[in-house]
């Protein structure tokens, strides 16, 4: 009777964890809404009259932002648990976007938009990835893979959707209708968000492997990753921030094809989350690291030739999808070196490389207008020369890992 009962328990666990994977995708993609910056930048820029490079500053703000507050969600996760957390960062990022919608001044963008909305999406963002991998630990590239995920999935679905609303109804407007979708969203997901109290009593027993965030600190894998992941947000971010705009320029897209093209980032940035983790798992994370990074070497040195809408719109589905599996490798990589209890303030840590990319993509493309007269080919050669030193690194420490890995055998 005990061991049915044991049974019935396990198979209700194991139901549950894909509710929780509902919830995660839902919160992910409320937050994903962030993506469709691009779109929300020129109609800016055109109401107010600021200098492009002021307003996508903006866009910078939030993305440093964002990992600092998955580390203090990393830390609150486990007192508060996952609902708590999340339902905290969605009304922070409510609020964000509700003052965003009555600026004036760019100092109300940045503390709106940047400062505020930063740490909503970065309370919210963290707490998915960390939850599904106590979830799942038997698969977990894949699962936060897929977790993360979500977040491109929010921008797929809304920049298309923001594109006419900035046209029929005005960008403030725009945004006020954004601040009601994730309020709502991320209640609903929150609420099926659970910590796994099996995976939380095995997690206790087995923390040999783990690392504390202090000693990650201390260790040169972790600085070298951190470089590594500089570069590739640098580059993915960059086309995030700019792709609206870059298509404008480049393919001579109108207001709403530009919006086309953020919504095929999105999918791609999506796709590219799932397939990353996914293929982590089965051929090893820096073998698909140093693949994507080359990958991006190659097609940013392309892309400035390709004056045709079709040809500028493989060129960012290419990037973004190869930006997004970057995205969906890091968190296998943090796991395996560092270990899985101190893995959301841990993730959170390394994840710091995303702000600091957010604001050093973006200004790469953005100082490259101002200097160049108007071009964007500066930017990319640039980016791709982060990307081979990014492929360059990836090499090192996959041999430096697999020696060690046969000494310790």
């Not at 929010?154 to 407007?173: D, K, T």
């Not at 945004?175 to 206790?204: E, N, T």
């Not at 040169?220 to 870059?246: D, E, R």
């Amino acid at each position: 009777m005990y061991a049915m009962k044991g049974v019935l328990t396990k198979k209700k666990e194991l139901d549950r964890r894909w509710e929780v994977v509902v919830g995660a995708l839902v919160c992910q993609f409320c937050v994903g809404m962030l993506y469709s910056w691009s779109v929300f930048q020129n109609p800016i820029v055109t109401y107010f009259g600021w200098e492009t490079s002021a307003v996508s500053l903006a866009f910078s703000i939030s993305t440093f932002m964002m990992p600092i507050a998955m580390i203090v969600g990393g830390i609150l996760l486990p007192k508060w648990g996952p609902g708590k957390v999340a339902k905290l960062g969605g009304l922070i990022l409510t609020i964000a976007l509700l003052i965003t919608s009555n600026m004036k001044s760019l100092p109300v963008l940045y503390f709106g938009f940047g400062f505020l909305g930063g740490i909503g999406v970065g309370l919210v963002y963290g707490v998915p990835i960390a939850t599904c991998a106590g979830w799942f630990p038997e698969k977990t590239g894949m699962i936060t893979g897929l977790a993360v995920a979500g977040f491109g999935l929010g921008s797929s679905v809304y920049a298309p959707i923001a594109s006419h609303l900035i046209e029929m109804i005005g960008v403030f407007q725009t945004f006020r209708i954004q601040a009601v979708v994730a309020f709502v969203g991320i209640l609903i997901g929150s609420s099926l968000m659970k910590a796994p109290r099996s995976y939380q009593k095995d997690d206790q027993k087995q923390n040999a492997h783990d690392v504390t965030p202090a000693k990650m600190m201390g260790t040169k894998q972790f600085w070298i990753l951190f470089v590594m992941y500089i570069f590739a947000n640098a580059v993915g971010l960059m086309m995030v921030g700019h792709a609206s705009p870059m298509g404008q320029q480049l393919a001579g897209l109108t207001t709403v094809q530009a919006g086309v093209i953020v919504s095929i980032l999105a999918v791609s940035n999506t796709a590219g989350r799932f397939l990353g983790g996914f293929f982590s798992d089965r051929f090893g994370a820096f073998k698909v690291i140093f693949v994507l990074y080359g990958i991006n070497a190659i097609f940013l040195l392309l892309i400035g030739g390709m004056h045709t809408c079709f040809l500028f719109s493989i060129a960012v589905a290419v990037l973004a999808c190869s930006f997004g599996a970057m995205v969906g490798a890091y968190p296998s990589v943090v796991l395996k070196f560092f270990g899985r209890k101190h893995y959301s303030v841990n993730y959170g840590i390394v994840f710091m490389a995303f702000g600091i990319g957010g604001i050093l993509g973006p200004q790469i493309a953005s100082q490259a207008l101002h200097i160049s007269g108007g071009s964007y080919a500066p930017a990319f050669w640039i980016g791709a020369m982060l990307s081979v030193f990014g492929a360059a690194m990836t090499l090192f420490m996959y041999f430096h890992t697999t020696i060690f890995s046969r000494k310790n055998e």
